[in-house]
C-alpha cells in the first residue's frame, strides 16, 4: 500500500535527522493565511461563547440520522463556532517573529489547516462559499455561483446533510504552509492538525445543541475547483454540516464513489502530492462499488486474562471548567510539575480521548499509555481498552529514558507523568477506502489529540501534541516493530509546573 510507503520513507532516523540537519530558511516561510484581496470582508460579531453550555463534555453520538430543514443559524452562533474551531487565543512575539495562536494547536505553529464555510442558511449572510480569516474574525466570500454551488451535495457523500443542514465547516489544508519545514513527513501534521480543529468545530457546535458530523469521502478534485484552491498546493479534507439533529430524517442522497488517482504538479513535496493526489476520489458509475468491497471489521480487543489488568476508575471527577471554556485558554504545555498525575485524572482523559468515534477510520487505531508518573499505576506500557475502561499492561518497567530517546529527545517527553500514543493498525481499515483511509486515521488520531488537550485543560493538566519521533524506536518501545502497526501521534500529559 503507498500508506505503508509514505510512512516508511517519513520516519525519523537518526541518520536522517543529521543528514537535514541546517537552519531554516525563514524569508521562504510561506504565510499562515490565505489572501483574497479583491474581495470584501464581511465582519463576524465578537464571538461571545456565554450563551453555550460551557460544562459540555467530550460525549455525543457518532450518528447523525439528519437535520432539521427549518432551522437558520445566527451571525452570534456562526462568529462562536468559527472561533472556537480556529479563532486566535494568543499572541506570542519574538525577536522578529509573531505567531497568532490559534484555539487549535499547530506544528511549528505553522496552521496549514484553513477553514471555509458553505453558508446554507445563516441569517444576513447570502447563501455561498466563504473562507474564514480568523486574523481579524471575519468571512470572504469565495464562490457565490449557484449553479456550481447547488452540485456540491452530489459530489460529496452522504450530501443530503449538506442539503439539510443550515452551515457546513469545509476544512482544507495548504501542504507547502508544513512542508516548508517538516518536508515530507508534513503531510502526516496536516492531517493531524484537520483532526484538532474538527474536533473543537465539533464540541462548538455541541455547546449550541447542535449536531455536527463528519464527512471526508467527496470528489476531490470538483471540490478544490470550487473553493479556488491551488492544486497541488492545497486539498479539501473535510465536510462538517452542522444544525439542529432530525431524529426523525433518514439519510438521502447517498453518493458513491470510487478511486480516481490524480498526479499532482506543485511546490510541496513529491512524496505529499503522490500520497494525497492517489487517494482522489470520483462519483462512482457503479452504486454497488462501495458495498461490495465493505468488510466487516473485527475490532481487536486486547484481553488475556486479568493479570496485567488495571479497572480504571468510573466515576470521573467533574471538570473544573467546561470543554469550551477551557478552548480559550488551551496552549501547549512544556514544563511540568514533578508531582505524579492520579490513577483517575489519566482515565478521564483516556475516556474523553475515545468517547466520540467522529471519523471513518477510527475503528483502526488503538491507544497506548506509557506510564511514567502515575499514582497506582506501575511504570510501563498499557493499552486503553475503551469498551470495559480498562488498562492491559503489555510492559512493565520504567521506560522514560528510552521514550524520550525515541521523541528526539525532547523534555517535553522526558518529564511527562504519561504520554497518550495513538497507534494505527492499517489491517483494520475497510480495503473500500483504500489510500485515502490514511487521511481518516490521520485526522482521529488529530481529533483524539484534540480531545485530550481540552480535556487536560479543563482540569487545569497540561498537555502537548508530539508527532516528532523516531518511528521505529516508538515501535520498538510499544513491541510492535514488524506488526504493521504505525504510531501516528502521541500527546504528553501531566500536572503543569506552577509558574
Ligand atoms: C500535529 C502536532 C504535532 C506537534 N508536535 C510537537 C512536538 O513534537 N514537540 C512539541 O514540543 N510540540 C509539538 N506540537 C505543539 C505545537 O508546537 C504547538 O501547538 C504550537 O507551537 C502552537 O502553540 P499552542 O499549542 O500553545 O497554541 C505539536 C502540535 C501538533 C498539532
Not at 495548504?174 to 480543529?197: M, P, Q
Not at 479534507?237 to 464513489?257: K, Y
Not at 510492559?395 to 497507534?423: H, P, W
Not at 481540552?454 to 510499544?478: R, T, W
Amino acid at each position: 500500500m503507498l500508506a505503508e510507503y509514505y510512512q516508511d520513507e517519513t520516519k525519523h532516523t537518526h541518520a536522517k535527522l543529521l543528514k537535514n540537519a541546517g537552519g531554516l530558511d525563514w524569508d521562504a516561510k510561506p504565510p499562515c493565511f490565505k489572501e483574497y484581496p479583491a474581495v470584501t470582508a464581511i465582519s463576524l460579531p465578537e464571538p461571545d461563547l456565554s450563551p453555550c453550555k460551557i460544562d459540555q463534555t467530550a460525549d455525543s453520538s457518532a450518528v447523525c440520522p439528519g437535520f432539521k430543514t427549518s432551522t437558520v443559524l445566527n451571525p452570534d452562533e456562526l462568529s462562536a463556532i468559527l472561533f472556537v474551531a480556529y479563532g486566535i487565543t494568543s499572541r506570542l512575539s519574538l525577536p522578529q517573529r509573531e505567531y497568532l495562536l490559534r484555539a487549535a494547536p499547530s506544528a511549528g505553529a505553522l496552521y496549514p489547516t484553513n477553514v471555509y464555510i458553505y453558508a446554507h442558511r445563516v441569517a444576513d449572510l447570502k447563501v455561498g462559499l466563504y473562507y474564514y480569516d480568523p486574523r481579524d474574525h471575519t468571512l470572504r466570500q469565495v464562490s457565490s455561483d449557484s449553479a456550481e454551488i447547488s452540485h456540491l451535495p452530489e459530489t460529496v457523500a452522504a450530501g443530503g446533510f449538506i442539503e439539510q443542514a443550515p452551515l457546513t465547516i469545509i476544512l482544507t489544508t495548504s501542504f507547502y504552509r508544513c512542508a516548508w519545514k517538516y518536508k515530507e513527513r508534513a503531510y502526516r501534521y496536516c492531517c493531524l492538525d484537520i483532526g484538532h480543529v474538527a474536533e473543537n468545530a465539533r464540541l462548538a457546535a455541541s455547546a449550541f445543541d447542535f449536531g455536527s458530523t463528519c464527512i471526508a469521502r467527496f470528489e476531490d478534485g470538483f471540490v478544490n475547483r470550487l473553493l479556488d484552491l491551488e492544486e497541488g498546493e492545497e486539498g479539501t479534507m473535510l465536510f462538517m454540516p452542522i444544525g439542529q439533529i432530525d431524529e426523525a430524517a433518514s439519510r438521502r442522497n447517498e453518493v458513491h464513489f470510487q478511486p480516481a488517482p490524480t498526479e499532482l504538479d506543485g511546490k510541496s513535496s513529491p512524496l505529499i502530492l503522490l500520497m494525497h493526489g492517489h487517494a482522489y476520489l470520483s462519483r462512482a458509475d457503479n452504486k454497488s462499488f462501495i458495498e461490495q468491497q465493505r468488510k466487516e471489521i473485527e475490532a481487536k480487543v486486547h484481553k488475556d486474562g486479568l493479570e496485567n489488568t488495571v479497572i480504571l476508575p468510573n466515576s470521573l471527577p467533574n471538570d473544573k471548567e467546561g470543554l469550551l471554556a477551557a478552548v480559550k485558554r488551551r496552549r501547549s504545555t512544556r514544563n511540568w510539575d514533578t508531582a505524579s498525575l492520579s490513577l483517575a485524572a489519566l482515565a478521564k482523559r483516556l475516556h474523553h480521548a475515545r468517547s466520540h468515534k467522529g471519523m471513518e477510520g477510527c475503528d483502526a487505531i488503538d491507544l497506548y499509555v506509557i506510564a511514567h508518573d502515575v499514582e497506582g499505576l506501575p511504570p510501563g506500557v498499557y493499552v486503553y481498552d475503551d469498551q470495559s475502561n480498562l488498562l492491559q499492561l503489555t510492559k512493565a518497567g520504567e521506560i522514560r529514558a528510552a521514550t524520550y530517546a525515541a521523541c528526539l529527545f525532547q523534555d517535553v517527553v522526558g518529564n511527562a507523568a504519561a504520554i497518550a500514543v495513538i497507534v494505527v493498525d492499517p489491517s483494520r481499515i475497510p480495503e473500500a477506502d483504500g489510500e485515502r483511509a490514511y487521511r481518516y486515521s490521520a485526522m482521529e488520531a488529530g481529533a483524539i489529540g484534540e480531545r485530550i488537550y481540552l480535556s487536560c485543560e479543563a482540569d487545569d493538566l497540561g498537555a502537548c501534541g508530539v508527532a516528532a519521533f523516531f518511528d521505529d524506536e516508538m515501535l520498538d518501545i510499544l513491541d510492535l516493530r514488524d506488526s504493521g502497526h504505525f504510531v501516528s501521534y502521541l500527546v504528553a500529559m501531566g500536572r503543569k509546573a506552577k509558574s
